[in-house]
């Protein structure tokens, strides 16, 4: 694993976190519709419980498993970030925090910066040489 690959841990992490709660929603939106009688049915036609039943229980697997990768995700976040925080060079620093934690494109880095793309996109790959070379080498 190089330098870059470890540092978009963080970003695929939160992707998946992204993915879980919309996962979540899902099944809860089906646990709460499961209850009631389609228009089209006859009135002595009864709610399928197990439907309910299994959306409710697929809903708090994906929650258990949720919880379970946030709470990775911080602890990744903050190791990652403290890697970052030991690297010498401050504009290093701001490169890889502003690419990797905050998820910012190199235009969006190199406004804030106050230099050009390719300038920010050249310290970037000194900056992920530089991690690599502290931490994975």
């Known amino acids: 694993m190089n330098a ?15 993915n879980l709660i919309a996962e979540k929603e899902q099944y809860q939106t089906i646990a709460e519709c499961a ?16 439907k309910m039943e299994n959306a409710v ?8 498993e949720l919880f379970e990768c946030i709470d990775e995700f911080v602890d990744l976040k903050r190791h990652t970030i403290k890697e970052i925080e030991n690297i010498g060079d401050e ?5 890889l925090y502003k690419r990797y934690v905050e998820g ?20 970037h790959v000194l900056a992920l040489s530089e991690f690599n070379r502290l931490y994975l080498s």
Request: proline share 5%; glycine share 4%.
């Open 91 to 95: 504009n290093y620093y701001n490169v």
């Open 35 to 50: 209850g009631g009688i389609p228009i089209t049915e006859k009135v002595m036609s009864s709610p399928r419980p197990d």
């Open 4 to 18: 870059k690959q470890y540092l978009q841990q963080i970003q695929k992490a939160d992707t998946h976190i992204n």
């Open 104 to 123: 910012k494109d190199f235009d969006e880095i190199s406004e804030e910066m106050c230099y050009s793309v390719k300038y920010v996109r050249n310290m």
């Open 57 to 64: 229980v697929k809903m708090i697997e994906v929650e258990i």
